[in-house]
C-alpha cells in the first residue's frame, strides 16, 4: 500500500516545502497539491519539485474549468519536467460554489469537459498537432467562431514523458465509469470502504470494460484523517467539520454531489439534517449531526491494531494509495505518524 498525503491550503511554501522533504524521508509516496481558492497550485508544485528527490508531486485537483485544455496539457508537462517525471496531474471539476462563486465561470457539462480535456491533453503530450473538434471544446478555432487563421500546433518542447499519469476525482455513477475508462487513478473522497462496492461497483466495473489495457489497472487514491494511539479518540470529533462543511455546504439542496454520497451511504436523514443545519448557518449543530459511525469509517484513527484492520479493509476493496491528512499539531507528530503508518503499510 503506498502512502500520500495532501497539504494544507493555507501553508507556507518554504515551510511546507521543508515537511515535505522529512515526509520524504519517512516513507511518504505521492503528495497532492490542492486549488482551491487557495494559492494556485503549480506554483508551489514548481516549488516542491526543487526541494525534494523522490516523492511524487500531484495536484489535487485542477480545476477543469479555469484553464484551457492546453494551458493544462502544458502546464502538467513542464511540471513533470522540472521534477524528472515525478509530477502527476490531478483534475476534477470542484463544484458550482467555488467555479462560479469564485471564478465568475458556468459550472457546466463536467463528464463531456473531462473527457475531452484529457483526450487534448495526451495529444499535447505525444507531440502531435493538437486537432480536436469536440463538443465543449474545438482547436484549432473554426472560422466561423474566430478569425480563421488558427492552425493545428504541436507542443515546441519534448515531454519528459508522453504519458503523464491523470487522476480524476470523481463521486456521481457516470463521473466515475468514466474515470474507471480513462484515467489511471481514481480520487474519492469520504471512501468508505465496506460500502464502496455498493456504491461505485457497478460504475467501475462498466469502465473497466471499455478500458485501454495501456492505461494499467486503475489506481485508488483514497483520503483518510490518520490519527494512531490508545487516546486519540477524540480526534474524531476533529473531522466533523470538515464533513459538514462538504456535505452541508457544498451546494445547494440538490446539487451538492458530497450529500448525494452520504444518502448513498444510508444516510439520507443525517445528511438531510446536516445541510439544514449548515444552510441555515448553524455550523456547529451541523457537524455534532455527522454520525461518528461514518466518520470512523472513513478514518484512519484509533489504536494501532485497529489502525491496521482499517488498512486492511481499504485494500481489500481496492484502494492502492492512502491519501491520508495526518492528525497532529507540528511537523515533527505528523513525520511520526507517517513513519507509523509506513510500518503498518510495509
Known amino acids: 500500500m503506498r502512502i500520500g498525503m495532501g497539504l494544507n491550503y493555507s501553508g507556507g511554501f ?35 519539485a526543487a526541494k525534494t528527490t523522490r516523492v511524487e508531486l500531484a495536484s ?11 494551458l493544462t496539457a502544458m502546464t502538467a508537462a513542464g511540471l513533470d519536467y522540472v521534477s524528472g517525471g ?30 475531452e480535456i484529457v483526450d487534448i491533453c495526451r495529444q499535447v503530450w505525444r507531440r502531435e498537432k493538437v486537432e480536436h473538434q469536440g463538443k465543449y471544446y474545438q482547436i484549432p478555432l473554426p472560422p466561423e467562431k474566430g478569425t480563421g487563421l488558427g492552425k493545428p500546433l504541436k507542443l515546441i518542447n519534448e515531454p519528459v514523458r508522453e504519458r503523464i499519469p491523470v487522476v480524476i476525482a470523481s463521486l456521481g455513477p457516470k463521473n466515475v465509469e468514466m474515470t474507471a475508462e480513462i484515467a489511471e487513478g481514481w480520487q474519492p473522497i469520504f471512501y468508505f470502504p465496506e460500502k464502496a462496492a455498493g456504491v461505485w461497483g457497478d460504475s467501475i466495473a462498466k469502465g473497466k470494460a471499455k478500458r485501454d489495457p495501456a492505461l494499467g489497472e486503475l489506481q485508488i487514491y483514497a483520503q483518510a484523517p490518520l490519527a494512531i494511539g490508545d487516546d486519540v479518540e477524540y480526534m474524531l470529533d476533529w473531522v466533523r467539520p470538515m464533513v459538514a462543511l462538504y456535505v452541508g455546504g457544498m451546494g445547494a439542496k440538490g446539487k451538492n454531489f458530497y450529500n448525494d454520497l452520504a444518502i448513498r451511504y444510508g444516510y439520507e436523514k443525517e445528511a438531510a439534517e446536516i445541510q439544514d443545519l449548515y444552510l441555515a448557518g448553524k455550523k456547529e449543530e451541523a457537524a455534532a449531526a455527522v454520525p461518528v459511525e461514518l466518520i470512523r469509517a472513513v478514518s484512519l484513527i484509533g489504536p494501532e491494531g485497529f489502525v491496521r484492520e482499517r488498512v486492511a479493509a481499504f485494500a481489500e476493496s481496492g484502494v492502492t494509495t492512502l491519501n491520508v491528512t495526518p492528525l497532529a499539531p507540528d511537523t515533527a507528530g505528523r513525520v511520526r505518524l507517517i513513519e507509523q503508518l509506513r510500518h503498518i503499510c510495509g
Do not use: C, K, W
Request: hydrophobic share 45%.
Open 14 to 48: 518554504a515551510e511546507t516545502a521543508a515537511e515535505v522533504a522529512d515526509l520524504e524521508r519517512a516513507g511518504l509516496d505521492i503528495v497532492f497539491v490542492p486549488e482551491a481558492y487557495s494559492f494556485d497550485a503549480v506554483s508551489q508544485l514548481g516549488y516542491l
Open 60 to 70: 489535487g485537483i485542477l480545476q477543469l474549468f479555469t484553464r484551457t485544455p492546453t
Open 86 to 115: 515525478r509530477f502527476v496531474l490531478g483534475i476534477g471539476a470542484s463544484g458550482p460554489q467555488v467555479m462560479e462563486g469564485f471564478h465568475g465561470v458556468p459550472y457546466n457539462a463536467p463528464l463531456g469537459r473531462t473527457r
